[in-house]
């Protein structure tokens, strides 16, 4: 049998799959995905923009979700957030010269048993000197230890990207320090190995 006969015959019977947000953006529907059978898809990873699932504001465009398929039933698939990144190359163009780049890295773990790795950029209008950004990664680290064990993992998900609650009170602890001219969630990554991790782009 010729060789493109033989690709048609295996898309034949695939099976297709749709793809669900997960429950704190409603479940919509995001996407559509090939298979050979429901639990082959379980662990594939499907990367979307924040906007697909949250119109409110062009500048959730600049995130990107990854979500995970934990399972699937009657060709509809549950999904997590796997990962959250910011647009490099907007992340890049806040730097400016002249003003200062504070990081900050942290593991930290929900209510919920969820762990997850935190990076969060802060950026100041002026230089600033290395203690101050000492002081700043300080008071970012104690914001995030004192609120996200008291969180589960959908309600950080929730302050960190719909309302940013958690997000301004680590930037108004930081202005005690030293004026905050923006701040940025770079990434956040669930460390829980929850399913097979597939992190390939879709089809």
Do not use: C
């Not at 919509?28 to 995905?33: C, T």
């Not at 209510?111 to 300080?138: A, C, Y």
């Amino acid at each position: 049998m010729p060789k493109v006969a033989k690709v048609k015959e295996r898309w034949k019977t695939k099976v297709w799959i749709e793809v669900l947000a997960p429950d704190i953006f409603g479940n919509v529907s995001i996407a559509k995905i090939p298979a050979n059978d429901e639990q082959s898809a379980v662990g594939r990873v499907v990367p979307i923009s924040y906007y697909q699932v949250n119109n409110e504001n062009l500048e959730n465009n600049n995130i990107k979700l990854y979500l995970q398929i934990i399972k699937v039933e009657s060709l509809k698939a549950k999904t997590l957030v796997k990962r959250i990144e910011y647009a490099r190359e907007v992340y890049r163009s806040m730097i400016r010269r002249g003003s200062s780049l504070v990081e900050w890295i942290g593991d930290y773990k929900t209510s919920d048993g969820m762990d997850v790795r935190i990076h969060i950029s802060l950026f100041t209008p002026e230089k600033i000197n290395w203690s101050r950004m000492h002081k700043i990664r300080l008071a970012v680290d104690q914001v995030l230890r004192d609120s996200i064990p008291n969180l589960t993992y959908d309600q950080l998900l929730e302050q960190l990207l719909k309302n940013r609650t958690l997000l301004d009170k680590v930037t108004e602890e930081a202005k005690k320090i030293y004026p905050i001219k923006n701040l940025v969630l770079l990434s956040l990554k669930l460390l829980n190995k929850l399913a097979k991790s597939i992190e390939a782009p879709v089809q």
